[in-house]
Every structure is written in C-alpha cells, then in structure tokens.
C-alpha cells in the first residue's frame, strides 16, 4: 500500500522515463520545427493546465443539475461557464460543449435530424471536404445516401449553381458546408438559401475557420445555419475536443444525441481548457491575431506564387494556402518528407481533379495558425516561402536541406516556444 500512495506524487520523468522522454523530444521538435500544418497550433499554458489537472479523476455522465453521478457541483458549474461563453463567443442560442472530436460533434449533429438512409449533399474529399462529409469509409457514407459537391474546374472555388442544382436533384435531408482544405471565404447566406429552397437543414463545419470567425476574420455561419460543429484545436486554439452549436429548436434533440447518444462520459479536463480557449477567443487581443493569420496566409501564398508556385484557387481568404507541386515535378508525399526533413512540417493533400492517389497526392497543405501564435508577421512568412522554394526545388540536395534546417531553427529560436512546460 505504501508503494501505491508513493506513486501518487512521483513525476511523469520518475515513473515512466521512456514516455517521459519522448514527451521531451515532441517539445524540443515542435520548438525548432516551423509548424505549416493548418489544422495544428500552439495553446497557452493555462490551456495544457486545465487538461492536466485533477478534473481527469471525476465522471459526470449527463448534463449540469441532471449528473448521474454525485460530487459534480464543482464540474458542473466549469461546464455551464464553458457553455455560456460558447453561446456568447458565436453569437448561438444552444452550445453543447462535451464532443470529444470533430467528427464525434458532426456525428451529433447528423444524428439529431437523420435517419439511416436519409439524403446528405456535402463537399468532396478531394475537392477539399472532410472524412465525416460522405467518404464511403467513414459512417456517413455507410449510413446515409451521399451527393458530392464540389469545385469548379476553372477557379476552383465553390461552385453554388452546382450545389443548387444537385439539391434540387437530390432533396437532400441535410446540405454540408465547411471544408478541410478549401482556402477561400464560404458564403453561408447562399448556402441557406439553397438549403431553405428544397427544404434541407444547413449543418456547418467550422472546425478550420472557427477562431477567425471568433476574431472577425471570417464571416460567421452561425446565423444562417441550424447546427454548426467545431473543433477547438485548429485556429480556436484551444484544447484537442470539439462543440456544436445550435438553434434553440434543436437543443434538446441534439442534448440527447450526444449523450446518451453517441458518447458517455464528457472529458472534463478538455472541458475545463474550451471554457478558457472561449474566454481567451473572446478577448480583444484575439481578433489581432486572427487579422495577422489572414495576413501571414496572404503574405505566405504571394511569396510562394512570386517563386513560381501555382495556387489552388489563385490565393487565400483564411489561413490555407494550397499547392499545386505538378509545376515543380514532386508529388506532395515526396515533398512533406523533404520538408520535414528541412524543419518545416507540412502535410500532403489532394488537389482538386487531383490524378495522384489519396496517399500520395499532387498538393501541399499549408497553414498560418500555429507560426502566428509564435509572434511571426509577413517578413517571416517571406523567409518561409523561400526556404519552401529551396527545399522542393533541390529535393534530394542533402546540402541544402541543412541549411534550411538550421536557418529554421534560428527562426524558430527568435520566436521562443514553451520555454517550460513542467
């Protein structure tokens, strides 16, 4: 017994060494790596606090003053505050704050109106949609009847006259808007009014774009749609989790498909740190930096076309800038391995009409989030570009990947990154 009471007060370092020190190797990685991958971002302490605290030791099946559990008083109140800044932050009459993922808080929304077999028009995996969207793996394209919008082949942007169209054809129970990698604005006006015309209810995903539009960066979907998911880790930067946001008509069907619907107990110590990344979204200084992840997108996408990158779409209204590598010669696969090599982590993607496999791909997706957290403005993103350009221009130059390391580190030295965590 005296063993087991010892444990509870012996460091992560003392008791497991191996997981402790890989932990270690993470920090000093994302410290001297340039983060370009656009779904990721740095938090703040308070927000690591918040998920590392005691709160991981409690269960509260259920809904504040509804727990099945007793000894919630505290979590309770946490869950209504994390709630009550979700409402006011988005402008939204219901926020269930409890979804452990993006996919789980669609898989909620979803749940809360359709049925097996009932007719979903969303984006295209590889127009820049998401798995949760319709892909035939995931459990939308299994239980529901999917219609695929997608870009037009010449601006590739959203092409609404197709999606009113296939509405019409199709009378889908539910029209999809939102996207993984689509970098221009979304019109959630247009899209209501398609939605309302064959009398579809409008769910949309701002799992990418929810912190600009909480800084005013981004038009907001909240008005024009009956559900809007999110997760709170991209450009919300806050915890790893998710939310959704509804109508008041809706509330309590969308309550009961959470839980007990598609999960049990909530994640309190996630729930704890989206009350604080709601507060800290809701402050002034936060629109500053959704205006300069705007910025740095625009700064990062003009570099790269000045050295002869084609754009996807022509440029960027968010913090996405996708790469067309054909010009270059280098498949996306190819080009994130050389990249990480070099210090800069990126991710490969799908480009519209792309002729490349899934796992291989003809794009690169990047992203401003996470180097704006770390203080970098357009200079940096100048830099960026050309280190992006050396690298993918000389892929298997050894030489010049270490160079490019090393100024990457110097770069991500000036704009320190946790210098503690424990």
Same mark, same amino acid.
């Given at each position: 017994?005296? /063993?087991?009471?010892?444990?509870?007060?012996?460091?992560l370092?003392?008791?497991?060494?191996?997981?402790?020190?890989l932990?270690?190797?993470?920090?000093?990685?994302?410290?001297?790596?340039?983060?370009?991958?656009?779904?990721?971002?740095?938090?703040?302490?308070?927000?690591m606090?918040g998920?590392?605290?005691? !709160?991981?030791?409690? @269960?509260?099946?259920?809904?504040?003053?509804?727990?099945? @559990?007793?000894?919630?008083?505290?979590?309770?109140?946490?869950?209504?505050?994390?709630?009550?800044? $979700?409402?006011?932050?988005?402008?939204?009459?219901?926020?269930?704050?409890?979804?452990?993922?993006?996919?789980?808080?669609?898989?909620?929304?979803?749940?809360?109106?359709?049925?097996?077999?009932?007719?979903?028009?969303?984006?295209?995996?590889?127009?820049?949609?998401?798995?949760?969207?319709?892909?035939? !793996?995931?459990?939308?394209?299994?239980?529901?009847?999917?219609?695929?919008?997608?870009?037009d082949?010449?601006?590739?942007?959203?092409?609404?006259?197709?999606?009113?169209?296939?509405?019409?054809?199709?009378?889908?129970?539910?029209?999809?808007?939102?996207?993984?990698? @689509?970098?221009?604005?979304?019109?959630f006006?247009?899209?209501? $009014?398609?939605?309302?015309?064959?009398g579809?209810?409008?769910?949309?995903?701002?799992?990418?774009?929810?912190?600009?539009? $909480?800084?005013?960066?981004? %038009?907001?979907?909240?008005?024009?749609?009956?559900?809007?998911?999110?997760?709170t880790?991209?450009?919300?930067?806050?915890?790893?989790?998710?939310f959704? !946001?509804?109508?008041?008509?809706?509330?309590?069907?969308?309550?009961?498909?959470? /839980?007990?619907?598609?999960?049990?107990?909530?994640?309190?110590?996630?729930?704890?740190?989206?009350?604080?990344?709601?507060?800290?979204?809701?402050?002034?200084? /936060?629109?500053?930096?959704?205006?300069?992840v705007?910025?740095?997108?625009?700064?990062?996408?003009?570099?790269?076309?000045?050295?002869?990158?084609?754009?996807?779409?022509?440029?960027?209204?968010?913090?996405?800038?996708?790469?067309?590598?054909?010009?270059?010669?280098?498949?996306?696969?190819?080009?994130?391995?050389?990249?990480?090599?070099?210090?800069?982590?990126?991710n490969?993607?799908?480009?519209?009409? %792309?002729?490349?496999?899934?796992?291989?791909?003809?794009?690169? #997706?990047?992203?401003?989030?996470?180097?704006?957290?770390?203080?970098?403005?357009?200079?940096?993103?100048?830099?960026?570009?050309?280190?992006?350009?050396?690298?993918?221009?000389?892929?298997?130059?050894?030489?010049?990947?270490?160079?490019?390391?090393?100024?990457?580190?110097?770069?991500?030295?000036?704009?320190? !990154? @946790?210098?503690?965590? #424990?």
């Amino acid at each position: 017994m005296a /063993f087991f009471n010892e444990m509870m007060e012996v460091s992560l370092e003392g008791l497991d060494a191996e997981i402790s020190g890989l932990i270690n190797s993470e920090l000093e990685r994302q410290r001297t790596h340039i983060e370009l991958i656009a779904s990721e971002n740095f938090v703040p302490r308070a927000i690591m606090e918040g998920m590392g605290s005691v !709160l991981t030791n409690k @269960y509260a099946e259920g809904y504040p003053h509804k727990k099945y @559990y007793g000894g919630c008083e505290f979590v309770e109140r946490i869950e209504e505050i994390a709630i009550e800044r $979700a409402k006011k932050l988005f402008g939204a009459d219901h926020a269930n704050v409890q979804p452990h993922s993006g996919s789980t808080a669609n898989q909620a929304a979803y749940f809360s109106v359709m049925n097996p077999g009932d007719g979903m028009l969303a984006m295209r995996l590889d127009h820049g949609g998401h798995l949760s969207h319709g892909h035939p !793996l995931n459990f939308t394209g299994m239980m529901y009847k999917i219609t695929a919008y997608g870009v037009d082949p010449e601006t590739e942007t959203i092409d609404y006259g197709e999606v009113a169209r296939l509405a019409r054809e199709c009378g889908p129970k539910v029209i999809v808007a939102g996207a993984s990698a @689509y970098p221009r604005a979304i019109d959630f006006a247009r899209f209501r $009014a398609i939605a309302d015309e064959v009398g579809a209810i409008l769910v949309t995903d701002m799992a990418h774009i929810a912190g600009l539009v $909480a800084g005013g960066a981004h %038009d907001s979907p909240v008005p024009h749609s009956q559900f809007v998911t999110s997760t709170t880790h991209k450009t919300l930067r806050g915890p790893r989790g998710a939310f959704v !946001l509804c109508s008041a008509e809706y509330a309590r069907d969308l309550d009961r498909t959470v /839980f007990p619907g598609v999960q049990g107990g909530p994640l309190l110590p996630a729930v704890a740190a989206k009350a604080t990344c709601f507060k800290l979204a809701g402050e002034p200084e /936060f629109k500053s930096y959704a205006a300069q992840v705007v910025r740095n997108a625009a700064a990062l996408c003009a570099r790269l076309r000045e050295r002869g990158f084609r754009i996807v779409s022509g440029g960027t209204d968010n913090h996405i800038v996708l790469l067309d590598l054909r010009s270059k010669g280098i498949t996306g696969k190819a080009a994130e391995r050389a990249l990480e090599a070099a210090g800069i982590t990126t991710n490969k993607n799908a480009i519209p009409f %792309d002729p490349e496999k899934p796992m291989v791909t003809s794009g690169l #997706r990047l992203g401003t989030p996470a180097v704006t957290s770390r203080g970098m403005k357009e200079e940096q993103m100048g830099l960026i570009a050309d280190a992006l350009d050396e690298v993918l221009s000389a892929p298997d130059d050894a030489g010049a990947s270490r160079a490019v390391r090393s100024r990457m580190a110097e770069l991500g030295a000036a704009f320190p !990154l @946790y210098e503690s965590v #424990r």
